[in-house]
């Protein structure tokens, strides 16, 4: 009789410890759906805004310009990206020099396109304004007998002279003092050479594998990079980790 209560005192203490750690364990295990819902709550709030902020963007570019596509040759994207494809309009071949059709294009294309990107509700919302110039395969040896790197400073020397004229545009000179801070952190200058080239509808070669066309890949574009999507990279990588 003594021995069996002694054992029952001896087992008593371990289910008291077992009992404990299963306590223990369910805390952890609430804590981490916890944290783990939070986690999705908050991706949840960014994919949202991510949207909600292309979406908004997107009908406002499109309502300013609707009546403007054809006439000037653009193209605006879900991407955000605004396309200038008439090759002839905008650059002589091989040439930098802006022609005076795009000029009379860019004075009045650009105050419509900041007027809008400067609103004060897409202050936090933009991280990245580019001007990107896009050539064809066609080499350039008068800046580089290297095919590729000849037009990589071709097409940098086209968008580098569109964002010089715009910044000498009288509208610019209008701008705040924060505006011109704004737009200075935002805009660059991006010379993508034959690198994303288009074909015959204008789907990027590399990913429809068709041949080149070469007036459709010799354009010039505005894309804006809203600080969303770098949210969305974020999170995408820490999935993958």
Not at 58 to 77: G, H, P, Q, S, V
Not at 203 to 213: A, R
Not at 220 to 225: A, G, Q
Request: hydrophobic share 35%; aromatic share 12%.
């Amino acid at each position: 009789m003594n021995k069996k209560i002694k054992n029952e005192s001896e087992w008593l203490p371990l289910s008291d410890i077992m009992t404990g750690l299963m306590i223990i364990f369910l805390f952890i295990s609430i804590s981490y759906m916890l944290e783990v819902q939070k986690k999705q709550k908050q991706r949840d709030i960014i994919f949202e805004e991510f949207r909600a902020t292309k979406e908004e963007l997107y009908a406002e570019l499109e309502n300013e310009f609707k009546d403007d596509f054809k006439k000037w040759d653009i193209e605006l994207d879900k991407d955000l990206s605004i396309k200038f494809t008439n090759p002839d309009v905008l650059f002589s071949s091989g040439k930098t020099e802006i022609t005076d059709k795009f000029k009379n294009i860019l004075n009045e294309f650009l105050p419509r396109y900041f007027n809008i990107i400067l609103k004060d509700k897409y202050k936090d919302k933009i991280t990245e304004v580019r001007i990107e110039g896009h050539t064809d395969n066609v080499p350039a040896p008068q800046y580089d007998p290297d095919p590729y790197i000849g037009n990589v400073i071709l097409s940098q020397l086209r968008a580098t002279e569109v964002l010089k004229y715009f910044r000498n545009m009288e509208y610019y000179s209008s701008l705040s003092p924060d505006q011109v801070s704004r737009l200075q952190f935002w805009l660059t200058a991006n010379g993508l050479a034959y690198g994303r080239t288009l074909d015959d509808n204008k789907v990027l070669t590399i990913i429809s594998g068709k041949p080149i066309n070469n007036n459709n890949s010799r354009r010039v574009e505005f894309r804006i990079v809203t600080t969303s999507e770098n949210l969305v990279k974020k999170i995408i990588e820490e999935m993958k980790r």
